[in-house]
C-alpha cells in the first residue's frame, strides 16, 4: 500500500514524523509520496531521505509551487519560478550522483552473494550475510531513488483568490520543467477539469503524471487517462455521499486499473467518519476498503496494482 499524496511538513504530522511514519509502516504502508508547495518546503523534504525517517520508511519527494501559497503580486513570480528552475536542476544532479553510488555498490553485493551461495554446505551462514549485504543495498538503492521523483504540486484551483492567469502561467513553468527533464507532475484540480484539460492540451508535455484528489466523471477520468495520466484516488471515495466519484472509481477498477494511485492528501481531505481529526497515512486502509467494497477486488489485490502503478509512474528505474 503506497500513500502517492501526503503533505508530511505540514502541522501536525511534522512536528511527530518519526511516530506518524512508524503507525503508516504498522498499518501496510510502504512508501509514500511528499509533493513540494513552497521553496521552503523543498529544504524540509530534502531532510527526507536521511535517518532517522528512511530506515521507517522510504520517502519520495517532488518540488513544486502549490497554487494556494502562490504571491498575490505579479511581480513576485518571475523571480520565484527561476528559484523553482534552479532547485530542480540542482535536485536532478544530487539524485544522479547519489544514484550512480549506490548502482556502484549493488553489484559488489551482488558478486558477494554468488560466491558465497557457491560454497559448501557448511558455508550457509556466510550466504545469509551476503544476503543481508545485498539487501541493505537494495534498501539503500531504493531510499536513495527516494530523493527526488517528480514535479509538484502545480494545477489550478477555481476556489482561490489567485488570479487564474497567474496559477496557468505556473502550471505552464512545471510541464516545461517536467518535460525537460523526463519527470512526471502531480496535478491539483478544484473546479477546473475544463482549465487543466486545455492547458494540457495547449502544452507541450508528452509526460505523464497524476491527477491528484480526483473526484469527477467517467468521461472526465477518460480524457485525462487518454493523456497517459493516473487519478490519485483518496478520502473522497469513503463518503457514501460521494456517488458520482464512487461510480467512476468502481468503473476505472474493473476497465482502468492500471491508471489508479492511492492518496491520503494528510493532513488535509478526512476520512468517512474521521472528521474533524487531521488525515494520517496509516487511514489509507479506509480507502482501500471504500475500493474494495466497491468492487470486489480483495484489499490485496487493490494494493498491488496500485503499488506497481505507482513504480511505473515514479520509479521507472526500479523495474
Ligand atoms: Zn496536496
Known amino acids: 500500500m503506497i500513500d502517492s499524496h501526503c503533505h508530511l511538513n505540514l502541522a501536525p504530522l511534522g512536528s511527530n514524523l518519526t511516530e506518524v511514519l512508524r503507525k503508516a509502516k504498522q498499518n501496510g504502508v510502504k512508501r509514500i509520496m511528499v509533493p513540494g508547495i513552497t521553496p521552503a518546503s523543498w529544504n524540509v523534504l530534502s531532510s527526507y531521505n536521511s535517518q532517522p525517517y528512511c530506515d521507517i520508511l522510504p520517502i519520495d519527494t517532488a518540488i513544486g509551487l502549490?497554487?494556494?501559497?502562490?504571491?498575490?503580486?505579479?511581480?513576485?513570480?518571475?523571480?520565484l519560478l527561476k528559484q523553482f528552475e534552479d532547485a530542480v536542476a540542482d535536485a536532478v544532479a544530487n539524485t544522479k550522483e547519489s544514484l550512480s553510488l549506490v548502482k556502484g555498490a549493488l553489484p559488489n553485493a551482488q558478486g558477494f552473494l554468488s560466491v558465497a551461495q557457491g560454497c559448501a554446505p557448511e558455508a550457509q551462514g556466510c550466504s545469509s550475510n551476503a544476503q543481508g549485504c545485498l539487501s541493505s543495498a537494495q534498501g539503500c538503492f531504493s531510499s536513495a531513488q527516494g530523493c527526488f521523483s517528480a514535479i509538484g504540486e502545480t494545477g489550478l484551483d477555481g476556489h482561490i483568490p489567485v488570479d487564474m492567469n497567474v496559477q496557468q502561467q505556473v502550471l505552464h513553468a512545471h510541464l516545461?520543467?517536467?518535460?525537460?527533464?523526463?519527470?512526471?507532475?502531480?496535478?491539483?484540480?478544484?473546479?477546473?477539469?475544463?482549465?487543466?484539460?486545455e492547458a494540457l492540451k495547449a502544452s507541450s508535455f508528452e509526460g505523464r503524471g497524476v491527477i491528484h484528489a480526483f473526484s469527477g466523471s467517467k468521461d472526465v477520468a477518460k480524457r485525462y487517462i487518454d493523456r497517459g495520466f493516473c487519478l490519485g484516488i483518496g478520502g473522497t471515495v469513503t463518503y457514501e455521499r460521494a456517488k458520482k466519484t464512487r461510480d467512476t472509481v468502481t468503473y476505472l477498477l474493473w476497465h482502468h486499473p492500471e491508471s489508479i494511485l492511492l492518496e491520503t492528501d494528510a493532513p488535509d481531505m478526512p476520512m468517512s467518519g474521521r472528521q474533524g481529526q487531521p488525515n494520517m497515512p496509516h487511514y489509507l486502509t479506509d480507502v482501500v476498503a471504500a475500493l474494495s467494497a466497491l468492487s470486489d477486488i480483495e484489499p490485496n489485490e487493490i494494493n498491488a496494482i496500485t503499488s506497481a502503478n505507482y513504480a511505473r509512474l515514479f520509479k521507472p528505474s526500479l523495474f
Do not use: Q, W
Open 66 to 79: 502549490h497554487p494556494y501559497f502562490l504571491p498575490k503580486e505579479r511581480d513576485e513570480i518571475p523571480p
Open 176 to 197: 516545461d520543467i517536467a518535460d525537460s527533464f523526463g519527470l512526471p507532475v502531480i496535478l491539483h484540480h478544484r473546479k477546473s477539469h475544463h482549465l487543466l484539460l
